[in-house]
């Protein structure tokens, strides 16, 4: 009996041994088995980022082609703009080259001009008349300073007109007429542009008559003709010199009053340091009397 009692507990003490065995086994299965699930999700999830690694590389490697060629089409497009800098500054100066000689050729050609005993003039061919000298005074005595604005009138003349075709409006439509054309020198005393219109008035009797700056005066002689540089018609750059005509026209009436009871012979003033701006200054010269 003691030992039936032995073999029966040894028999449940081997059989659960072998329950433990199995379930160590089935253990050791499911370890197996997930370890085999997680190395194929490994295997996938490597596979996955080696494309991934394998498609930032690749987009890199364009990335730096695009960069490369934005770089090289960077640097042409630099060159080409230098190049073209270049071409337009070597144009400019060659313009400018030309222009500083036909300057001088016209600056010779007008010293040319105000050397003529009689003053040069487009009258005869602006209004298709004849143009007759009835006066000349070369020693004129008139001047002006108007803020380091220094003019002075040399000479005059006074021109009869006669079978006036174009031009009558200014004759009052008359066809003879005559026409006072004077020639001032204006310097720019200031380190500064300074604007100032250059204009005259001849008061004869109660009338005024005021000068104009292209009537019968030859382009060369024009005011905004003779500045140094290309400039508005009233700006005198620093320190600027010029020699220019005017002109003065008047009726029969108007010349037979001057030469019976004589006129008064203005320099306007009225400077200014910026264009398009009311004159600081309303200086007028002194007379000078023409009869």
Not at 6 to 30: F, P, W, Y
Not at 179 to 203: A, C, D
Not at 271 to 283: G, V, Y
Request: hydrophobic share 30%; aromatic share 6%.
């Amino acid at each position: 009996m003691k030992y039936v009692t032995s073999v029966l507990a040894l028999t449940l003490v081997l059989s659960a041994c072998g329950n433990k065995e199995t379930d160590l086994k089935q253990s050791v299965e499911k370890l197996d088995a997930k370890k085999t699930e997680l190395t194929k999700e490994y295997n996938t999830i490597k596979e996955k980022n080696d494309k991934l690694d394998e498609k930032i590389k690749a987009n890199e490697d364009k990335l730096k082609e695009i960069e490369e060629r934005n770089e090289a089409e960077i640097k042409e497009q630099i060159a080409k703009e230098e190049a073209a800098k270049k071409l337009e500054l070597e144009k400019r100066k060659t313009r400018d080259k030309l222009k500083k000689e036909e300057r001088l050729k016209q600056q010779q050609k007008v010293k040319e001009m105000l050397a003529a005993k009689t003053m040069p003039n487009t009258i005869e061919t602006t209004t298709h008349g004849k143009a007759t000298l009835v006066k000349s005074i070369d020693n004129v005595d008139l001047s002006l300073d108007d803020n380091g604005i220094e003019s002075d009138v040399k000479r005059l003349q006074i021109f009869k007109i006669t079978n006036i075709e174009n031009q009558k409006v200014i004759f009052k439509g008359a066809s003879s007429g005559y026409t006072l054309l004077y020639e001032v020198h204006t310097k720019n005393n200031n380190q500064t542009p300074v604007y100032y219109n250059n204009t005259s008035k001849l008061v004869v009797g109660k009338t005024a008559i005021y000068s104009d700056a292209t009537s019968f005066i030859p382009q060369e002689l024009q005011e905004d003709f003779v500045k140094s540089e290309e400039r508005a018609y009233n700006e005198y750059g620093p320190k600027e010199s010029t020699v220019s005509y005017k002109s003065i026209t008047l009726d029969e009436k108007a010349y037979q009053a001057l030469t019976q009871d004589g006129g008064e012979f203005y320099l306007l003033g009225g400077t200014s340091t910026k264009p398009n701006s009311e004159a600081q200054s309303e200086i007028v010269s002194e007379p000078y009397t023409i009869s």
